[in-house]
């Protein structure tokens, strides 16, 4: 389990540009005119500053020499650390790695190499200068190798998770070999840094949430423009998708089911959205969730297939738009996140149920605090709402037999004066046209 050293190091350009069909100088490449007109969107490095400077403030509280910072392409993950600090979204592996020292440059271990790699690089220049491939996997030997050279083969390590909401870390293949390599370092396994460092959101980070909600707008106009009888629910998602990826974002889930108003049985739209064809008479729920560079909104409004019939329009109004407005009124600076619990108790005290979740919060992703009908689950810095936090409200009250309910969701921003909803899409059941 000894590292092995690079067999070659970098490639420059006027080197590698005549041995392209070679694996080893094309995986090594560096400094090519590739991708040299390419256009991505990037945070400032002013905004980059303050997210090491925030990360390293925790690694000195932590007393690390140096953190791995993870991130995948689950929707737990979504890029996670990785992405934060660097602006790359990782698809091809279960996650890409950045190592952060707390003096000195960062280094993104990234999965591929050749075109790739160069196309990372470009990417991600603004932040890191240092991107080095896997090795077709070899993540940690690259690990090792660099902190070997920033002399820390002795230090204080920490391992942030991969999917903190299942408290992943990374494999025990890559822990081995760090274990194995650096004997006398002390691996540390960090617990909830970065939804910490992401309670609050920076202007620029709300910038893009808002742009996600946007695409959440966009998509759902999209099934409701497709919505007709004969139409699958995984052409439904079709569209949805199309009009997330149209807009330049990337799609994290789209949730839809679709069941008879007269006879319906379906409380939540369906995680796997099948081959059931519309028919008139139908009613749609969905969760869509769209991301724009790792930033997440969700939204879910039901959609009738023709008119809705008495109960459902009864339902709504009497229901699930009252009480979705008494939560959303709890959504301000300086309020319990318990005020939101508390509200929800609308549905049962009217004699109607809702799955447990009422509302959560996003950093990237769904995370805390998570507000159930019977509890909060918060950290203390989140107990109390506070501006630049991300709330999505999502109650999803249904009937008392169990077989009808509907899901109606917005995603918020706190405000300093109260709240600011990050899409346009009417609070109404939409109609699709037969």
């Known amino acids: 389990m000894n590292i092995q050293p690079p067999r070659i190091g970098p490639q420059p350009w006027e080197i590698v540009r005549t041995k392209l069909d070679q694996s080893l100088p094309f995986a090594n490449m560096r400094e090519t005119p590739y991708y040299r007109d390419c256009v991505w969107e990037q945070f400032s490095k002013k905004e980059y500053d303050r997210r090491y400077a925030a990360l390293r403030g925790k690694m000195r509280e932590a007393k690390l020499d140096a953190i791995i910072a993870p991130g995948g392409p689950s929707h737990w993950s979504f890029g996670g650390a990785m992405l934060w600090l660097t602006g790359h979204w990782e698809w091809h592996a279960l996650?890409?790695?950045?190592?952060?020292?707390?003096?000195?440059e960062p280094t993104l271990i990234y999965s591929m190499g050749g075109t790739h790699a160069e196309a990372v690089r470009r990417q991600v220049d603004v932040v890191v200068k240092d991107v080095r491939h896997s090795r077709n996997g070899r993540y940690s030997d690259v690990m090792v190798e660099r902190l070997r050279e920033l002399k820390l083969e002795r230090g204080r390590i920490g391992l942030m998770e991969i999917d903190a909401r299942h408290n992943d870390y990374m494999p025990v293949n890559q822990y081995n070999v760090l274990r194995h390599n650096l004997?006398?370092?002390?691996?540390?396994?960090?617990?909830?840094?970065?939804?910490?460092?992401?309670?609050?959101?920076?202007?620029?980070?709300?910038?893009?949430?808002?742009?996600?909600?946007?695409?959440?707008?966009?998509?759902?106009?999209?099934?409701?423009?497709?919505?007709?009888?004969?139409?699958?629910?995984?052409?439904?998602?079709?569209a949805a998708g199309a009009a997330i990826l149209e807009g330049g974002g990337d799609i994290d889930f789209l949730i839809i089911?679709?069941?008879?108003?007269?006879?319906?049985?379906?409380?939540?739209?369906?995680?796997?959205?099948?081959?059931?064809?519309?028919?008139?008479?139908?009613?749609?729920?969905?969760?869509?969730?769209?991301?724009?560079?790792?930033?997440?909104?969700?939204?879910?409004?039901?959609?009738?297939?023709?008119?809705?019939?008495?109960?459902?329009?009864n339902f709504w109004e009497k229901i699930t738009l009252p009480g979705y407005h008494?939560?959303?009124?709890?959504?301000?600076?300086?309020?319990p996140v318990e005020n939101m619990r508390q509200a929800s108790r609308f549905f049962r005290d009217n004699g109607y149920q809702s799955r447990p979740t009422q509302v959560h919060g996003i950093d990237l992703v769904t995370d805390k605090p998570h507000v159930v009908a019977e509890h909060v689950s918060a950290?203390?810095?989140?107990?109390?709402?506070?501006?630049?936090?991300?709330?999505?409200?999502?109650?999803?009250?249904?009937?008392?037999?169990?077989?009808?309910?509907?899901?109606?969701?917005?995603?918020?921003?706190?405000?300093?004066?109260?709240?600011?909803?990050?899409?346009?899409?009417?609070?109404?059941?939409?109609?699709?046209k037969c």
């Open 95 to 104: 996650a890409a790695y950045v190592l952060v020292p707390l003096e000195g």
């Open 326 to 335: 008494k939560i959303v009124a709890e959504i301000a600076p300086g309020k």
């Open 379 to 432: 950290e203390d810095f989140e107990q109390v709402l506070k501006p630049g936090m991300i709330i999505m409200a999502e109650p999803n009250p249904i009937s008392a037999d169990g077989l009808f309910g509907i899901f109606l969701g917005h995603t918020f921003i706190v405000t300093d004066k109260g709240h600011e909803v990050v899409d346009n899409f009417p609070l109404e059941i939409a109609v699709a």
């Open 257 to 313: 089911g679709s069941t008879p108003m007269d006879n319906p049985a379906l409380i939540f739209g369906n995680p796997r959205p099948s081959a059931r064809e519309l028919k008139k008479g139908d009613i749609i729920n969905m969760e869509l969730a769209a991301g724009y560079r790792g930033y997440t909104a969700q939204i879910g409004s039901p959609i009738c297939v023709g008119e809705p019939n008495d109960m459902v329009r």
């Open 183 to 238: 004997p006398d370092a002390e691996l540390v396994f960090t617990k909830g840094l970065l939804h910490e460092l992401l309670s609050i959101h920076s202007e620029e980070e709300l910038e893009c949430v808002r742009k996600a909600g946007k695409l959440c707008e966009d998509a759902m106009n999209a099934m409701v423009a497709r919505a007709k009888p004969g139409v699958k629910e995984y052409e439904l998602r079709a």
